[in-house]
């Protein structure tokens, strides 16, 4: 691959797994449930590709915006991460040319790295779902660290792999990640631009 980086460093939902859309209704289903209020205009970019506390502190606001009484954030986020995980186990949906993509950075010999917010568990759930997969190393959500847009995250992938995350290519899909992603000193492509499945034509040709 002419002028390959060092590594690739994923995003997980909405970059590799069709998760993205699934977040939202879970998270509305466990607020409503709790007896809180979700704000449409507001609340799916409280969020959209951030850590998992944050998105635990927004479902926790909105369950108190209803109810008036403090909620348990970290109850209600592994409420979500649960329907989530299900949804997963019953079949992985990967964005339109995440697993050729995958195997076309393996056949390079490029090491790669998932980089998410998502918990660890979610993370095994898309390891099971893709089998033979080539991915080296991860960051989750339960890596003590800043989340996402705090370069962390990237930062610390780079680290597991080895290499220098000025020479690592990133592929995110938010806001929040590819600030992250900038921030760390790596080359960002954002997959809502430029979708994988439109970049594996290019570098077919």
């Known amino acids: 691959m002419k002028n390959a980086p060092a590594a690739i460093l994923s995003d ?8 993205e859309p699934g977040w939202r209704p879970a998270s509305i289903k466990v607020v409503e449930e709790a007896g809180g209020v979700w704000l449409p205009n507001e609340d ?12 635990a502190t927004a479902l926790a606001q909105a369950v108190t915006r209803g109810t008036g009484e403090k909620a348990d954030p970290q109850m209600l986020f592994d409420h979500v991460g649960d329907a989530i995980e299900a949804r997963m186990r019953k079949g992985l949906v990967l964005m339109p040319g995440a697993g050729e993509l995958l195997s076309a950075f393996e056949t ?27 991915l080296s190393t991860y960051v989750s959500g339960d890596d003590e660290i800043p989340g996402k847009p705090d370069p962390a995250p990237y930062l610390l992938g780079a680290e597991r792999l080895g290499v ?6 990133v592929f995110e899909d938010s806001d929040t990640g590819l600030a992250a ?7 960002v492509h954002s997959v809502t631009e430029r979708p994988l499945a439109e970049l594996l034509v290019h570098l077919s040709e």
């Open 44 to 55: 799916p970019q409280r969020i959209l590709g951030v850590s998992s506390k944050d998105h």
């Open 164 to 169: 220098d995350i000025n020479d690592c290519l």
């Open 108 to 134: 390079a010999g490029l090491p790669q790295a998932l980089v998410t917010a998502s918990p660890k568990s979610l993370v095994q759930a898309l390891v099971d779902g893709l089998g033979d997969h080539p």
């Open 181 to 187: 992603a900038r921030a760390a000193g790596a080359t």
């Open 12 to 19: 997980k939902d909405g970059t590799i797994v069709d998760t």
